[in-house]
């Protein structure tokens, strides 16, 4: 799997958009980019994943580069709720485990 | 539809005890995995299971460490002679069969061994 650089921390003011780089240089072509995150030591909990198609849900949205070597998460509107490690992971669709790094942590600010 | 399961949420062991950790997987879900994450660390993956079967086991430690996930009843990872380093959370997920991108993690077992 390819490995991942994400910076360690960042802020975000409350409902304001956080956006989330992540850097995959050495990514392949079958290789997905996932995003998941932990809250204050709980179960990671899955937000969204892509190949090479910009993705949204309900939760957030993933931009992949046209050259797929970097991604970036947004979460829209940022609530307080939403502070966490998020973990930006790459794997190919037919393995299953997943490759958790250091991840960023997200600090939301009132 | 409950989440995943796991218990106990908090197991405290004496060194050269066993640990076991139960997981049960969300209603349905046939893949089970457990991660590991020591403190100020992200999750390790050890070991990924189907129903009776281990499918790949690469992240156990070759001694000490096992798991199961049998035709009835929750999957268990058993750690046998536990040691101060086994201290952390461990963490279950599952997957549906048709979605095997996306894990649903529980809430983790703390173990702390004295």
């Known amino acids: 799997d390819a490995k991942t650089t994400q910076p360690p921390s960042m802020d975000c003011a409350e409902g304001r958009a956080a956006n989330l780089p992540c850097n995959h240089s050495?990514?392949?072509?079958?290789?997905?980019v996932y995003w998941y995150r932990q809250i204050h030591s709980q179960g990671p909990q899955y937000i969204i994943h892509?190949?090479?198609n910009n993705e949204t849900n309900e939760m957030a949205s993933l931009i992949i580069t046209e050259d797929r070597k970097s991604s970036t998460l947004i979460l829209p509107h940022a609530t307080l709720r939403d502070t966490a490690v998020y973990y930006c992971?790459?794997?190919?669709?037919?393995?299953?485990?997943?490759?958790f790094g250091s991840g960023t942590k997200l600090n939301v600010k009132p | 539809n409950a989440g995943v399961m796991q218990n106990p949420r908090h197991l405290v062991r004496r060194r050269g005890q066993e640990a076991r950790l139960r997981c049960s997987p969300m209603k349905g879900h046939s893949h089970v995995y457990w991660y590991r994450q020591l403190p100020e660390e992200g999750l390790k993956f050890m070991v990924y299971?189907?129903?009776?079967?281990?499918?790949?086991e690469s992240g156990m430690p070759k001694e000490r460490f096992s798991a199961e996930f049998p035709k009835e009843g929750p999957s268990i990872l058993r750690i046998q002679q536990v040691v101060r380093g086994d201290s952390a959370a461990y963490f279950c997920?599952?997957?549906?069969?048709?979605?095997?991108?996306?894990?649903?993690f529980g809430p983790g077992t703390r173990l702390t061994v004295l």
């Open positions: 992971i790459v794997r190919a669709g037919g393995f299953n485990k997943f490759y």
């Open positions: 050495t990514i392949s072509g079958n290789e997905y």
């Open positions: 299971l189907q129903k009776e079967n281990i499918i790949d």
């Open positions: 892509g190949l090479k």
């Open positions: 997920a599952s997957s549906p069969t048709d979605r095997l991108y996306t894990q649903y």
